[in-house]
């Protein structure tokens, strides 16, 4: 069955970095690919889009990460990445990926409403 494994998550100081990954495996297939996106949900608060990409690797990245992060894919190796710099503790989250069969934009895959998601990786940021 259509899996998405999260990594790269762990516990960073403010301002340090990190590279999450997330490989898809067993996708059905889509004549138009798949768009794909990253999303996050701290404790006690709703789960939030951080960036998407489609399947042309165009990508699409939401304002609220201020230009620190940097979402990408490996098309080859089925691998999306998010490579997360300048980290802060607001940025503490359980992070996830998700992907969307096409018809799908960036901005769709950031509506939340995706058909496969990942069981997340925990990023934690201290001060």
């Known amino acids: 069955q259509a899996q998405l494994v999260e990594s790269g998550g762990g516990s960073v100081e403010a301002g340090g970095s990190l590279n999450l990954s997330c490989v898809a495996s067993k996708l059905p297939w889509s004549s138009g690919g798949y768009c794909m996106g990253w999303f996050r949900q701290a404790p006690g608060k709703g789960r939030e889009g951080v960036a998407a990409?489609?399947?042309?690797?165009?990508?699409n990245t939401e304002d609220s990460t201020g230009g620190r992060f940097t979402i990408s894919r490996d098309k080859r190796k089925n691998i999306l990445y998010l490579r997360m710099t300048d980290l802060q503790p607001d940025d503490t989250a359980t992070y996830y990926c998700?992907?969307?069969?096409?018809?799908?934009?960036?901005?769709?895959?950031?509506?939340?409403?995706?058909?496969?998601w990942g069981q997340g990786t925990q990023v934690t940021v201290s001060s």
């Open positions: 998700a992907a969307q069969p096409f018809p799908c934009s960036p901005g769709t895959v950031l509506r939340g409403v995706n058909k496969y």
């Open positions: 990409i489609d399947d042309d690797r165009t990508p």
